[in-house]
């Protein structure tokens, strides 16, 4: 009976209907992948934000939307007030000025923060290290297990029980990186985490930042130095210049993006440029 069935379609719309199965899939996963990102992150509204150290105005008026589940890169030369940025939107300084929203009430464990250096407790071994993340919640009775998950997600396990100093650079930023996903945060700011490390090991954490991005779904900022690491990795590119955004930058490439290809190198040459002809104009 299945054979009858499947043989008394026409010839060319069985050859239709293979072709067009796996284009359906992908399109399907493709929209769950976005339902579940828009889940998972949060939304992110800034109006008006201004900043200032004393008489040094940092932030003048940002006005910016992030929606939820998107990766957005921050750039610019130093002292443009991309750091400040950041670390308002972690709640880690004052507001002057303005406002952030993201559109619900937020627990402390929904944003958290990734430095460039990995800060971690040189008393505490790669497992209670990666606990501290946890933090209301690190005396639950599974903290241990979550903590194990982190590890796993980031491919240190095997490292639980070792000790920071026995670690090397690249290692120590996956605990810092599994550190703050055990929370597992709706919104996950990065601060030049890759600054410090080889080239090597820069791309392999890279390349580990996009697929924890995917698996679980948290909207992401990224601030760095480097536009090539932007393009790669974000869906937009925000260039900062004296306080206010310069220059908003859509990156459309397929994912996984293919490093050096023509379209990326595209963008990042359009970014420096932009960041050049800034240098020149001051």
């Known amino acids: 009976m299945q054979t009858a069935l499947r043989t008394s379609l026409p010839e060319t719309e069985l050859a239709s209907r293979a ?96 430095f460039q250096e990995p800060r971690l407790l040189p008393w505490a071994r790669v497992l209670a290290n990666v606990e501290v993340g946890l933090g209301r919640d690190r005396a639950s009775t599974d903290a241990h297990a979550r903590a194990e998950k982190a590890l796993t997600e980031v491919g240190l396990a095997d490292k639980r029980e070792q000790w920071p100093s026995v670690l090397s650079g690249g290692q120590k930023q996956r605990v810092a990186l599994g550190r703050a996903l055990v929370s597992r945060p709706r919104v996950l700011a990065f601060d030049e985490p890759l600054g410090a490390l080889d080239a090597l090991t820069r791309i392999s954490m890279q390349r580990l930042l996009e697929r924890v991005w995917r698996d679980q779904g948290f909207t992401a900022i990224l601030v760095t130095h480097d536009v090539s690491e932007a393009v790669a990795l974000a869906d937009r590119v925000l260039v900062i210049e004296e306080g206010r955004i310069a220059h908003d930058v859509t990156v459309n490439a397929a994912r996984p993006r293919q490093r050096g290809s023509a379209d990326l190198a595209g963008l990042e040459g359009s970014i420096l440029s932009h960041l050049l002809s800034a240098d020149d104009r001051t």
């Open 19 to 114: 072709n067009f199965a796996p284009h359906a899939r992908v399109v399907r996963e493709e929209r769950q992948d976005e339902r579940r990102i828009q889940a998972s992150g949060l939304p992110l509204s800034i109006r008006g934000l201004r900043k200032s150290f004393g008489d040094n105005e940092v932030l003048r008026g940002i006005d910016l939307h992030i929606p939820a589940g998107q990766f957005v890169a921050i750039v610019g030369k130093s002292g443009c007030g991309k750091s400040t940025l950041l670390r308002l939107i972690a709640g880690l300084e004052k507001i002057d000025a303005g406002s952030i929203s993201f559109g619900q009430d937020i627990q402390p464990e929904d944003i958290r923060v990734m």
